[in-house]
């Protein structure tokens, strides 16, 4: 579609809203914003976008290094947790306490 063409219908909107005595509500759309070609927004549902402070954005120049590095430390993480739950399972009185020991 060619600008004149999109100017005409402009032009069209334009005197169809004057033509009806209203003015053009704040949620139409005008017939310049096509949408149809419109990508999705990949970082909509599911995605979060993170902002890295100046000091570590450097380090981590693309997102897929970024994330290769937080799915090591969430596996990291996973571990110490397990540690510690399979520790807190074990009951007080056979855990060692600090004034039993020797």
Excluded: C, W
């Excluded at 990508?39 to 995605?47: E, L, P, S, T």
């Excluded at 994330?67 to 060692?96: C, M, W």
């Amino acid at each position: 579609m060619g600008t004149d063409s999109q100017g005409a219908q402009n032009e069209e909107a334009l005197r169809r809203t004057r033509k009806a005595g209203r003015k053009a509500d704040a949620d139409e759309i005008l017939p310049e914003y096509d949408f149809s070609g419109a990508a999705r927004n990949k970082y909509a549902a599911g995605n979060a976008v993170v902002v890295l402070e100046p000091d570590v954005a450097p380090v981590f120049p693309t997102s897929r290094e970024a994330n290769e590095v937080l799915r090591a430390l969430a596996g990291i993480t996973e571990k110490q947790r397990a540690r510690y739950r399979a520790f807190s399972d074990i009951p007080s009185s056979h855990v060692l306490q600090p004034e039993s020991m020797p």
